[in-house]
């Protein structure tokens, strides 16, 4: 009977290591930082409590019996917690990704049950201690996430280290290479794809992929994506608090630098808008130190209350160094002129959105002061596709069109998305969305307005979160919008669950910001 208590002390260990499956989940997914992780630990899963205290009190008697109970319970435990993580990755927006920092861990907590099922069996006298250690780690597996992530630290510092000097080894070998970052509260990822792009069509150039804006995502850049004879290597550069940017630039040293905006972006970690604007131009401290050329974007309030003297400016005012006459938008794109060392250049472009003019503005005159030809400049804006899930139009359910713009999480651009569904004339416009995030105290007011501007543009509004999309519904509600057509649902799925069935060739369905899944709970 002794060994059926040692069965069900595996089972409850092995539901635990299942537990985990999500808890590394949303760590990875919060990059390892335990704020917001901290707030799902709280929402999680309080069923395992209720049955880890049961256990404890079939175990108070000690009757022959609690034994095959407690082999029992432990079954069921470690098959509902393997059950439901598969549904989990299954319906993830971003499953848990494998990487070998994951695989540390997991190898970390599994040592650990391990001693526990081991001690039980040298400590007789002690084995309901262990057993009543090994349901306690089951009630609070997110708290034991951390203690694994607290153990792990001083190794995955080393490892990071290791992977850094490699890196720097590595930059080290192409002294004459070019560098050049772009950062902004928005618009960089879009912006280094572009100014890629356009210097593509005369040099090498290595770009940092996807949303690689980290310390870490640069590093793996280097190391893994670095292409053979790079000439001009595109950084982009993402922050979440001060000295995040200095990070990267002490990495990779710029001489050239984009700063493409300053707004409220991740308050709940920078606190204020002079952090983000300290931040952001730790770039274009590098930059000036280097004796480099900065490009700043004045049409951004912030930016141009804080421009440094030599940077060029950009924007829609004619006072700038380059800037932008001439424009027409439609909802195919727009044609526009680029105004920069007294030159004019007519583009056209397929993108969408007036931000993307100023994208384009600028990485015009970065490839002009690179020396690449105008004719070649031209073609290449004209060939320009959008960013993945940003403003990224698409066919859709049903013959329906898509502007997908998932990746989009900040005020100005979700209200730029908007208006550009606004410019699909004689369609039905619907949009899908949970609203924006890391905004502080400021996050209500934003989506507050973001659901005054739905409710004058669209004919159908999907609101995804019950809880997280009430100052949306508040703001749509202030607008003569139809509350028939304003729809409330738990999930993305949900929302395509509810729209399929309407949805034809003359509709067009805006996705905005497909929020991950470390928001939705």
Same mark, same amino acid.
């Given at each position: 009977?002794?060994?059926?208590?040692?069965?069900?002390?595996?089972?409850?260990?092995? !539901?635990?290591?299942?537990?985990?499956?999500?808890?590394?989940?949303?760590?990875? +997914?919060?990059?390892?930082?335990?704020?917001?992780?901290?707030?799902?630990?709280?929402?999680?899963?309080?069923?395992?409590?209720?049955?880890?205290?049961?256990?404890?009190?079939?175990?108070?008697?000690?009757?022959?019996?609690?034994?095959?109970?407690?082999?029992?319970?432990?079954?069921?435990?470690?098959?509902?917690?393997?059950?439901?993580?598969?549904?989990?990755?299954?319906?993830?927006?971003?499953?848990?990704?494998?990487?070998?920092?994951?695989?540390?861990?997991? $190898?970390?907590?599994?040592?650990?049950?391990?001693?526990?099922?081991?001690?039980?069996?040298?400590?007789?006298?002690?084995?309901?201690?262990?057993?009543?250690?090994?349901?306690?780690?089951?009630?609070?597996?997110?708290?034991?996430?951390?203690?694994?992530?607290?153990?792990?630290?001083?190794?995955?510092?080393?490892?990071?280290?290791?992977?850094?000097?490699?890196?720097?080894? %590595?930059?080290?070998?192409?002294?004459?290479?070019?560098?050049?970052?772009? $950062?902004?509260? =928005? !618009?960089? $990822?879009?912006?280094?794809?572009?100014?890629?792009?356009?210097?593509?069509?005369?040099?090498?150039?290595?770009?940092?992929?996807?949303?690689?804006?980290?310390?870490?995502?640069?590093?793996?850049?280097?190391?893994?994506?670095?292409?053979?004879?790079?000439?001009?290597?595109?950084?982009?550069?993402?922050?979440? /608090?001060?000295?995040?940017?200095?990070?990267?630039?002490?990495?990779?040293?710029?001489?050239?630098?984009?700063?493409?905006?300053?707004?409220?972006?991740?308050?709940?970690?920078?606190?204020?808008?002079?952090?983000?604007?300290? $931040?952001?131009? *730790?770039?274009?401290?590098?930059?000036? /130190?280097?004796?480099?050329?900065?490009?700043?974007?004045?049409?951004?309030?912030?930016?141009?209350?804080?421009?440094?003297?030599?940077?060029?400016?950009?924007?829609?005012?004619?006072?700038?160094?380059?800037?932008?006459?001439?424009?027409?938008?439609?909802?195919?794109?727009?044609?526009?002129?680029?105004? =920069? +060392?007294?030159?004019?250049?007519?583009?056209?472009?397929?993108?969408?959105?007036?931000?993307?003019?100023?994208? %384009?503005?600028?990485?015009?005159?970065?490839?002009?002061?690179?020396?690449?030809?105008?004719?070649?400049?031209?073609?290449?804006?004209?060939?320009?596709?959008?960013? &993945?899930?940003?403003?990224?139009?698409?066919?859709?359910?049903? !013959?329906?069109?898509?502007?997908?713009?998932?990746?989009?999480?900040?005020?100005?651009?979700?209200?730029?998305?908007?208006?550009?569904?606004?410019?699909? &004339?004689?369609?039905?416009?619907?949009?899908?969305?949970?609203?924006?995030?890391?905004?502080? *105290?400021? *996050?209500?007011?934003?989506?507050?307005?973001?659901?005054?501007?739905?409710?004058?543009?669209?004919?159908?509004?999907?609101?995804?979160?019950?809880?997280?999309?009430?100052?949306?519904?508040?703001?749509?509600?202030?607008?003569?919008?139809?509350? *028939?057509?304003?729809?409330?649902?738990?999930?993305?799925?949900?929302?395509?669950?509810?729209?399929?069935?309407?949805?034809?060739?003359?509709?067009?369905?805006?996705?905005?910001?497909?929020?991950?899944?470390?928001?939705?709970?």
């Amino acid at each position: 009977m002794i060994y059926l208590q040692f069965a069900g002390l595996v089972l409850v260990c092995l !539901g635990t290591l299942y537990g985990l499956v999500r808890c590394f989940h949303m760590l990875q +997914q919060n990059s390892y930082k335990t704020k917001r992780y901290m707030m799902f630990g709280k929402t999680a899963d309080k069923g395992r409590l209720i049955v880890c205290l049961l256990v404890a009190v079939l175990l108070l008697p000690l009757a022959w019996w609690v034994y095959p109970a407690f082999l029992g319970i432990g079954f069921v435990v470690s098959f509902l917690r393997f059950a439901k993580n598969k549904i989990e990755q299954a319906v993830a927006i971003k499953p848990l990704v494998y990487t070998a920092r994951v695989k540390r861990q997991f $190898t970390t907590a599994l040592v650990l049950l391990a001693a526990i099922c081991v001690l039980w069996f040298v400590f007789p006298a002690l084995r309901l201690l262990f057993v009543g250690i090994a349901l306690l780690l089951y009630a609070v597996t997110p708290a034991f996430a951390l203690v694994v992530l607290w153990l792990n630290a001083p190794l995955e510092k080393a490892v990071a280290q290791h992977y850094i000097n490699h890196a720097k080894r %590595i930059l080290k070998k192409s002294p004459h290479m070019k560098i050049l970052g772009v $950062t902004g509260s =928005y !618009g960089k $990822t879009t912006t280094k794809f572009i100014i890629t792009r356009l210097l593509s069509e005369k040099y090498t150039v290595t770009v940092t992929p996807e949303s690689f804006n980290t310390p870490m995502g640069v590093v793996r850049t280097i190391r893994e994506k670095m292409k053979s004879g790079t000439e001009i290597f595109v950084v982009e550069m993402g922050a979440k /608090r001060v000295g995040d940017i200095k990070e990267i630039c002490d990495l990779v040293h710029p001489t050239y630098g984009v700063i493409t905006s300053v707004g409220p972006q991740h308050l709940d970690t920078f606190h204020t808008i002079e952090n983000i604007v300290k $931040t952001k131009f *730790e770039l274009a401290d590098t930059v000036e /130190r280097a004796k480099g050329r900065l490009y700043l974007n004045c049409d951004s309030q912030l930016v141009a209350q804080n421009k440094r003297a030599g940077a060029i400016c950009y924007g829609t005012d004619p006072a700038c160094q380059a800037y932008v006459t001439d424009l027409t938008c439609h909802e195919g794109g727009s044609a526009f002129t680029v105004h =920069y +060392q007294e030159e004019c250049i007519p583009v056209t472009t397929r993108l969408l959105g007036s931000h993307n003019i100023l994208n %384009i503005t600028v990485a015009v005159a970065v490839a002009r002061d690179f020396d690449v030809p105008v004719p070649d400049i031209q073609y290449a804006v004209s060939t320009l596709k959008p960013t &993945e899930h940003r403003l990224e139009v698409k066919s859709f359910i049903g !013959g329906a069109t898509m502007i997908d713009d998932a990746y989009n999480a900040n005020p100005e651009g979700c209200l730029e998305a908007v208006n550009v569904l606004g410019r699909f &004339e004689n369609k039905k416009k619907i949009i899908v969305t949970p609203g924006l995030v890391e905004l502080g *105290e400021k *996050e209500a007011k934003f989506n507050f307005d973001l659901g005054v501007r739905a409710g004058q543009v669209c004919d159908q509004i999907v609101l995804v979160g019950l809880n997280r999309s009430k100052p949306i519904a508040d703001g749509v509600r202030s607008t003569d919008f139809c509350e *028939e057509n304003l729809h409330i649902v738990a999930s993305f799925k949900d929302a395509m669950a509810l729209l399929s069935p309407t949805l034809d060739q003359n509709c067009v369905v805006l996705v905005e910001n497909d929020l991950p899944d470390n928001y939705l709970y």
